[in-house]
């Protein structure tokens, strides 16, 4: 089992900026990828922003620019630097992991941090 700790959600003004970080502890083999997802009220979880080991990046449409994902392999940890953020930011956001080999892996999900964009 992998446990997924997530910090740094709260509540920011309009155009500011807030940082996600996301540490993956316990039982891991190795990790493929990191990610973070979001949902709002009423609507489907979407992909924020995704980064895999080998440094490959991918972002949701609406966060290009502004999003910024990154890793840092020796504390298998993600980060999400989150700038201009908007009211429709507003999600609990969650923290994906891709952990395993080439044949097989196993996704772990983290309980999600609240941000809210209001002024």
């Known amino acids: 089992q992998v446990q997924l700790a997530e910090s740094g959600g709260g509540l920011v003004q309009p155009g500011g900026s807030l940082r996600l970080s996301c540490a993956a502890s316990?039982?891991?083999?190795?990790?493929?990828?990191m990610a973070w997802h979001r949902q709002a009220p009423g609507k489907k979880r979407e992909l924020v922003a995704l980064?895999?080991?080998?440094?490959?990046?991918k972002y949701g449409d609406s966060v290009k620019g502004r999003f910024a994902i990154s890793m840092e392999d020796t504390k298998n940890t993600v980060y999400l630097q989150m700038n201009n953020l908007k009211p429709e930011d507003t999600a609990t956001y969650f923290c994906y992991v891709e952990d395993g080999g080439t044949a097989w892996s196993y996704d772990y999900w983290g309980q999600g941090t609240q941000v809210t964009v209001s002024s």
């Open positions: 980064i895999t080991s080998d440094g490959t990046t």
């Open positions: 316990g039982n891991i083999y190795s990790i493929n990828a």
